[in-house]
């Protein structure tokens, strides 16, 4: 049940330019989480927006929610070659799956490649 | 520093073998996931639990179980491993979080299975 799907899946920047992502979903969300992905390991989370936010920073990170439209960007100000990875949304889609647990389901990322 | 640890980076098994992976995590968090995780596929959830010998099903549980003894640790187990089951295993834990409210996950750095 694939929840978040994330444009474009593949991106290529220089060094110092803004990096787009987009992201989305199909039904009702509580929330919406980006998270970003060195390759060959583990997920490191970037930043949670609220149904209610409309937009959110930490550091460089932008993030825009639209209920409305069912979308999310994520905007990566001045970017870094250390900011290339892949970069996942995931939404709980509003499932209540048991005592404090939604589950989060994930889309296909979007690979961003930032040249030196 | 919080911590998801998973017990193996890289395994390599024989098809029909009985395989554990483990995962443990010191920040005390309730809730425990087991992801797989393949190119174009993205990370589809196999199981997770929100508390000690709880579980529940993930989208893709076939072919697989799951053992949460104790608090801290929570072990995926394919009982006759096949080739399609070759991929990349993601362990993630969060703390309960209320029903309007999504927590973050934290990930382990994974571990890279291939059933020959």
């Known amino acids: 049940s694939q929840q978040g799907e994330e444009d474009p899946q593949a991106l290529s920047i220089q060094e110092g330019e803004n990096a787009t992502m987009n992201c989305s979903y199909k039904?009702?969300?509580?929330?919406l989480q980006w998270y970003r992905q060195n390759s060959g390991r583990g997920l490191v989370h970037l930043i949670l927006?609220?149904?209610?936010?409309r937009e959110k920073h930490s550091g460089r990170l932008r993030v825009t929610l639209d209920t409305s439209k069912k979308s999310s960007s994520l905007l990566i100000t001045a970017s870094r070659a250390a900011d290339t990875a892949s970069y996942f949304c995931?939404?709980?889609?509003?499932?209540?799956?048991?005592?404090?647990?939604?589950?989060?389901?994930f889309g296909k990322g979007t690979k961003l490649s930032v040249i030196p | 520093d919080v911590k998801v640890t998973q017990s193996s980076r890289y395994l390599v098994k024989r098809t029909g073998e009985k395989v554990f992976l483990e995962c443990v995590q010191d920040?005390?968090?309730?809730?425990m996931f087991w992801y797989r995780q393949d190119p174009g596929l993205g990370l589809r959830l196999i199981y997770f639990?929100?508390?000690?010998?709880?579980?529940e099903k993930g989208d893709i549980p076939e072919g697989y179980s799951v053992s949460r003894e104790k608090k801290e640790r929570f072990s995926l187990i394919l009982e006759s491993a096949s080739t399609n089951q070759t991929s990349m295993y993601l362990c993630?834990?969060?703390?309960?979080?209320?029903?309007?409210?999504?927590?973050?996950?934290?990930f382990g750095s994974g571990t890279q299975l291939s059933v020959l």
């Open positions: 993630a834990s969060s703390r309960l979080a209320d029903k309007t409210l999504n927590e973050k996950l934290f």
């Open positions: 039904t009702s969300i509580n929330n």
């Open positions: 927006i609220r149904s209610n936010e």
């Open positions: 995931a939404t709980d889609a509003g499932l209540y799956s048991g005592a404090g647990s939604y589950q989060l389901t």
């Open positions: 920040m005390d968090h309730e809730n």
């Open positions: 639990s929100y508390d000690v010998k709880m579980k």
